[in-house]
């Protein structure tokens, strides 16, 4: 797949076939849109082509109230858009004068006059451009002037079951984490690098791999205790559970953790990058009266979490 940021770098996309979206989380809607997308450009012997943009539109038509924290990462979309499969990604800046086009501007002088694009494929209540009036029935008017044709994903095709970006927010910020991997259709990830911690976990039995998400913008789930699985640098995929909190028992601070216990592992995973697949809530983060009654529930945590991957097999 390959990423071209904005259209300076683009030489020669061959009878691009293209879709326009943010694309978050890359979610089951989003995932047909690109197998359709797939399937049109290999029939005219093109390739397929996503035009999403970065900073997210709302993160900067809306700076002050947006608070808006997205599914993934942009190396986590340009991952899963290569497992689907796509060929090519232009990622645009979004600036408030991008915004001003009008939908005619985009379409004719970015698709048409730079692009040279062969054919869309838009959901059926896609809209873009100034005052969102680029609207599939504006593209099938304006097609036949410049020389490409539209192909509509129509809402019986997108909306088998109804799935939003924000559906999927809420989903992840209630723990429920079965839901939001209905929607995105493999669970919810987070991805980042291992961080040296204060060892108190490996000191009671439980070492944990602290993980650096290094994004702000990342969504970070509910609070509390999650069975996962951990894909290792080299790949290798292992049982474990996670913390998201504060650490109440043993941190008088209001920082956030994400620490992660890989069953059945010894070894340094220190500056590694990991992944952590969340795969069910287990229960609230809890403040303890001692170390002890700590281990004790991390014990149980344990047994109760290898119990669940058990019930699976």
Do not use: C, W
């Not at 995929?237 to 998201?244: A, D, P, R």
């Amino acid at each position: 797949m390959k990423i071209f940021k904005g259209f300076d770098q683009i030489l020669d996309i061959p009878n691009p076939v293209l879709t326009i979206g943010t694309f978050d989380g890359v979610h089951v809607g989003h995932q047909k849109i690109i197998q359709q997308l797939n399937r049109e450009a290999e029939a005219i012997g093109g390739e397929s082509v996503l035009f999403t943009f970065y900073p997210h539109p709302r993160m900067v038509l809306y700076p002050e109230s947006h608070n808006l924290r997205l599914l993934q990462t942009q190396a986590e979309k340009m991952e899963k858009l290569r497992r689907m499969g796509l060929q090519n990604v232009i990622v645009h800046p979004f600036t408030i004068d991008f915004s001003r086009l009008t939908a005619v501007e985009f379409v004719r002088d970015y698709l048409v006059n730079r692009l040279n694009v062969k054919k869309l494929v838009i959901g059926y209540d896609h809209q873009f451009g100034k005052n969102r009036e680029g609207t599939i029935d504006f593209l099938k008017e304006v097609a036949p002037v410049y020389g490409f044709t539209v192909q509509e994903i129509s809402a019986q095709e997108i909306d088998e079951v109804d799935i939003s970006s924000t559906k999927i927010r809420n989903a992840v910020l209630a723990g429920d984490m079965e839901l939001a991997k209905s929607y995105l259709g493999e669970p919810f990830e987070l991805h980042g690098k291992v961080i040296r911690g204060k060892a108190l976990g490996r000191s009671i039995g439980f070492p944990t791999a602290n993980l650096d998400i290094e994004s702000e913008i990342k969504l970070i789930p509910m609070l509390g205790v999650y069975a996962v699985n951990v894909v290792l640098s080299d790949g290798t995929v292992k049982e474990g559970m996670l913390n998201v909190g504060i650490r109440p028992t043993i941190a008088n601070h209001d920082d956030l953790s994400i620490e992660v216990n890989v069953f059945d592992f010894e070894g340094d995973l220190y500056d590694d990058y990991i992944t952590v697949q969340l795969l069910s809530r287990f229960r609230d983060e809890m403040k303890f009266d001692s170390i002890p009654d700590l281990k004790e529930q991390l014990e149980h945590d344990k047994e109760t979490i290898r119990a669940y991957f058990s019930s699976l097999v």
